[in-house]
């Protein structure tokens, strides 16, 4: 065995040794595995991302609240775009794409958290000539945005934990 070979199991045994796992690979505590998600649009980007993430770590999103370990109340999903700049002929040059998110948290124990509100901007350059293109990357910034969104609310879960 080389020293590198070496060198990489030895910080794979150190790294398994301490804990670590990649972002996504934890399981969700036994008791924090079913969760019920009270939305105003159950398919918003946000909703769908976030019950994704939930699936990935081991959890099942219930249909009944009285079935859950944890409850996810989305008081406000909302996402859109403004025009940043213009060019001398008055036409958008950049946007940004935005994503607000209002939510509290309870858990086995009773309310985890007051509302809390996280808001994530992306801004993207615009041309005109490339109209369809654009389109697809401010869908593709809406949907990153919602996914960036959902691990956060993972991690408040996660902290529910003892």
């Known amino acids: 065995m080389g020293i590198r070979s070496a060198s990489i199991a030895l910080l794979a045994a150190g790294l398994a040794g301490c804990g670590f796992q990649l972002e996504g690979a934890a ?3 036994p008791r924090l595995q079913r969760i019920y998600i009270q939305a105003a649009d159950p398919y918003s980007p946000f909703v769908r991302a976030f019950e994704q993430r939930v699936r990935q770590r081991g959890g099942t999103v219930v249909q009944n609240q009285d079935q859950a370990d944890v409850v996810l109340r989305v008081l406000g ?3 859109g775009q403004r025009v940043l700049s213009v060019s001398a002929r008055n036409l958008p040059r950049e946007y940004e794409v935005f994503y607000v998110l209002r939510f ?4 086995p124990a009773g309310p ?3 509302v809390l509100t996280l808001d994530l901007i992306r801004i993207y350059a615009f041309d005109e000539t490339q109209v ?3 389109r697809n990357e401010e869908v593709t910034l809406r949907q990153s945005l919602a996914e960036d969104l959902a691990r956060q609310v993972m991690r408040r879960i996660d902290s529910i934990a003892p």
Do not use: I, P
């Open 132 to 134: 369809l293109g654009k």
């Open 27 to 29: 399981q969700l505590e």
């Open 77 to 79: 999903d909302d996402t």
């Open 112 to 114: 985890v958290s007051e």
């Open 104 to 107: 509290s948290v309870r858990g």
